[in-house]
């Protein structure tokens, strides 16, 4: 069963920067692609950036410029990196994984930009 730990969300002031984290329980690269989707309350869930084994990414319009998703194999680790944040990008913020066996998601970490 495959596991996915977020963490670094929390309160932060318009154009400052959180740096999100995913622990995955197992290599990254055992995954066809990674992502971050992110639940506004009354919204949809929706695609923020994914990145797929072979370094490809890809960026929602909206933080495209703003926000950089990486990934650290030796720690198991998907990052999503997010400068200038604007109270629009408050939302849960969830991991999400793709292999062969199905899709797996976190349980969502917290981003609150406000002033």
């Known amino acids: 069963q495959v596991q996915l730990v977020e963490s670094g969300g929390d309160l932060v002031q318009p154009g400052g920067s959180l740096r999100l984290s995913c622990a995955a329980s197992r290599s990254i690269f055992s995954f066809f692609n990674m992502g971050w989707y992110r639940q506004a309350p009354g919204k949809q869930r929706e695609l923020v950036a994914a990145i797929t084994s072979s370094g490809i990414t890809n960026y929602a319009d909206s933080v495209r410029g703003r926000f950089t998703v990486s990934g650290d194999n030796a720690k198991n680790t998907v990052y999503l990196q997010m400068n200038s944040l604007k109270p629009e990008d408050t939302a849960v913020y969830y991991c999400?994984?793709?292999?062969?066996?199905?899709?797996?998601w976190g349980q969502g970490t917290q981003v609150t930009v406000s002033s």
């Open positions: 999400n994984a793709h292999n062969w066996q199905g899709i797996y």
